[in-house]
């Protein structure tokens, strides 16, 4: 199983980004049971959970990014998306997509967002 991110760029502040992430090589039983989630990094910070989408469907997101990201999914796709708005200088990171079955943590490469003031 293999998380392929892309989405991420340099934006000013005020823009858009939409994060998309496939999970190539999971069955798609095991992909709709799952947990997905998106998280980042910023420089010198720890990892943190911006937003999850639970295998019964709830979403939950950071106090810093609601009303601003969207997390949804294409099971079909057996992808997870995060739409981006209103981006902030403090939302630039490295954004890692994660699926979680079980026991198991699958995780994406990351992809960077950059927003300028």
């Known amino acids: 199983v293999q998380l392929q991110a892309s989405g991420g760029g340099s934006v000013r502040a005020g823009g858009s980004l939409k994060l998309s992430c496939a999970a190539r090589g999971m069955i798609l039983s095991t992909f709709t049971a799952s947990r997905r989630a998106w998280y980042r990094q910023a420089p010198g910070k720890q990892r943190e959970l911006v937003a999850e989408?639970?295998?019964?469907?709830?979403?939950n997101y950071q106090d810093s990014v609601k009303g601003r990201f969207t997390i949804s999914k294409d099971n079909s796709k057996k992808t997870v998306y995060l739409q981006m708005l209103s981006l902030e200088p403090e939302d630039t990171a490295v954004y890692y997509c994660?699926?979680?079955?079980?026991?198991?943590?699958?995780w994406g490469q990351g992809t960077e967002v950059t927003v300028s003031s």
């Open positions: 989408l639970t295998s019964g469907g709830m979403s």
């Open positions: 994660n699926v979680n079955v079980g026991s198991r943590d699958y």
